[in-house]
Each structure stands twice: as structure tokens, then as C-alpha cells.
């Protein structure tokens, strides 16, 4: 081998180990990168309004999308809907939310004869201290709840309900709930005017593929709840499209939630519509009931109403305005 391909071969072999070593201290720390993502805490949602949330994710590849999902507690209806999130930088993600409407959480109290009767509950009931149970029936409730497959403590509640509304929703553990004692979760139920929201937040990478996920925490809805948004969160509070993960979420209201600002919704095969009841014709009575007045969508301030009859059709003179 002549003089210069003995050199280029050297150079070859010195570009090769300096590859090989920055390889071997380069690719662990990116092996070790793992995305993460935390819901950040949010003392209140008001009643009537657009509250504001916010996430912090670290470690999220590029074309990554933030959702953050939300739900009322409620005894029943456990699917959640969801939201994707605007980044602000630095692993910072904000949303409105929609309006939470006006729901008082219903108390529900663990009777431990009625639920000892069903064998798929009585494990559970056990394993429940009867002293603890007896000062704290409320709490103990959502905890029989939360740890059974049917969601049905004392075996009262609307199966078909349970059944049709609560079957992705129940699969997501509420970690809020069980970190606390029966004590504390009592206590907090109790000073409860409203029902609260239950809310966790995910990443999708670039294929819609879930790669990070956050415990599940719980924000109250209070009337004297006082959120400002500012004027780019006010314009996507006016432009909401909300996210659904059942069926039977399809032409319904989103559950709890008032209309104004929804504008679309996305159904759970990822199909995004136009949505069929906050952006419908309003209609609204007159005094008379059989008379119904038609108004666009975006009339500001009308709310709709069920109408159990349509009425009949009369024919109108050409000449009448």
C-alpha cells in the first residue's frame, strides 16, 4: 500500500473511533430520555365560565400532541372527554375548558348490609374498618366504588346507564381518591356544593400513539370561582373542539357541560364533525308553547330547549309579511 493510502486508511480508522465514542456517550442519554407529562394544580372551575388548566411535560418528541381529559364525578356517567392543549414553551401546555354547568354532586352513602349481599362487592367491604365506615358512609362509597368492576356499592343505581356511559371511564384509576384516608376524602365530599372535575392529561407522538400519561387529580367548580382569560385563551374558549372516548357520547351534550364555545367534537374514532347540539338551531318559547321561534347559532344568550311535540305546519297567506 503506497505512502498516501496508508494515510487515508488511519484517517479512516481515527473518524471511525471518534464516531464509535461519541455514539457510546450520546445514545445512553437519549436511551434514558422517557416523556412525562403532570397536570398542573388549578384551584378552581367556575360555574358558567371557561375555566383554565394547564399541563407540564418534559421529554416530548417532535409533532407530539398534549390532550388533556376531563369529567364531572358523578355517581353513573364515568367517560371522560377530552381537549388537545396549546403550547406556551418549555414543556408548558395550556386550554380552556367548556363551561361547567350548575350540578350538585348527589351524596351517596355505603350501606355495608346491602353491599356485603353481592359477592363481587363483599371482598372489598372488608376490607373496611366498620368504625370507619359507620363516621364516613360517603366516602366509603366512592372508595367500594372505585375498587369494583360493576360501580355499584349498595346495587342502586341505573345499570343500563353504568353500562352504556361509564366503560372506558372506569378504567382510569383515581389516584386523587385513593391517596387519600376515608377520614379526609369524607371531609372534603362533604364541604362539596357542586360536582367537581376529575381530570389527567396524556402525549400522542407524531402517529397518534399514546406515549405518556398523568395521574388522574380532581379540581372543584365553585360559583365564586374568579378566572380571567386573556385574549388569545378567550378566543379558543369561543372555539372549543371537544374531544369524545364512547359512543354513546355522540349527539348528546357533553355531560355537565354547557354549550357556549363548543363548536365541534371529535368522536372516539378520531371523525371530526360539526357539533350537532351546541352549534343547532336554537329555539326558544313564546308564550304560546306551540309556537316555536328559529335563531342561528351564534346568537349569543338563547337557550334551547326540548320540545316533546312538533307542531302542526299551518299554511300562511302569500300576502302576510
Known amino acids: 500500500m503506497s505512502l498516501f493510502g496508508r494515510i487515508a486508511m488511519k484517517s479512516m480508522m481515527k473518524n ?35 375555566g383554565l388548566v394547564t399541563a407540564t411535560v418534559s421529554g416530548e418528541p417532535g409533532g407530539s400532541t398534549v390532550r388533556y381529559y376531563f369529567r364531572r364525578l358523578h355517581e353513573e356517567v364515568e367517560d371522560f372527554y377530552y381537549v388537545d392543549m396549546v403550547p406556551q414553551g418549555s414543556g408548558n401546555y395550556w386550554t380552556p375548558l367548556p363551561q361547567a354547568a350548575d350540578e350538585t354532586l348527589d351524596v351517596m352513602r355505603l350501606e355495608r348490609e346491602l353491599a356485603e349481599e353481592r359477592e363481587s362487592t363483599e371482598s372489598v367491604v372488608e ?5 370507619e365506615v359507620e363516621e364516613n ?37 383515581r389516584d386523587w381518591m385513593l391517596a387519600m384516608t376515608l377520614d379526609e376524602l369524607q371531609e372534603w365530599l362533604e364541604q362539596l356544593e357542586n360536582e367537581p ?69 371529535l368522536d372516539y374514532r378520531g371523525v371530526l364533525r360539526s357539533d350537532e347540539i351546541c352549534r343547532a338551531c336554537v329555539v326558544a318559547w313564546l308564550d304560546d308553547p306551540g309556537t316555536i321561534v328559529a335563531a342561528t347559532a351564534g346568537v349569543i344568550g338563547v337557550i334551547g330547549v326540548v320540545i316533546d311535540e312538533e307542531p302542526e305546519a299551518e299554511p300562511v297567506s302569500p300576502s302576510e309579511p
Open 127 to 131: 376490607d373496611l374498618d366498620d368504625d
Open 137 to 173: 358512609p360517603q366516602a366509603a362509597w366512592w372508595v367500594v366504588k372505585e375498587r369494583t368492576e360493576h360501580r355499584d356499592p349498595n346495587d342502586e343505581l341505573n345499570t343500563e346507564i353504568i353500562e352504556e356511559r361509564a366503560q372506558n371511564g372506569k378504567l382510569q384509576r
Open 197 to 265: 372535575t376529575e381530570v389527567y392529561a396524556t402525549v400522542l407522538d407524531a402517529n397518534g400513539r399514546e406515549i405518556a400519561r398523568s395521574t388522574m387529580e380532581v379540581i372543584e367548580v365553585t360559583e365564586d370561582c374568579d378566572v380571567r382569560l386573556n385574549e388569545r385563551q378567550r378566543g379558543r374558549a369561543n372555539n372549543l373542539v371537544v374531544g369524545e372516548t364512547a359512543p354513546w357520547e355522540i349527539g348528546r351534550s357533553v355531560f355537565h357541560w354547557e354549550c357556549p364555545g363548543i363548536i365541534a367534537r
Open 16 to 50: 471511525a473511533y471518534l464516531l464509535a465514542l461519541v455514539a457510546t456517550l450520546v445514545v445512553p442519554a437519549f436511551a434514558g430520555a422517557q416523556t412525562t407529562v403532570s397536570v398542573d394544580n388549578v384551584t378552581c372551575l367556575p360555574i358558567g365560565d371557561n
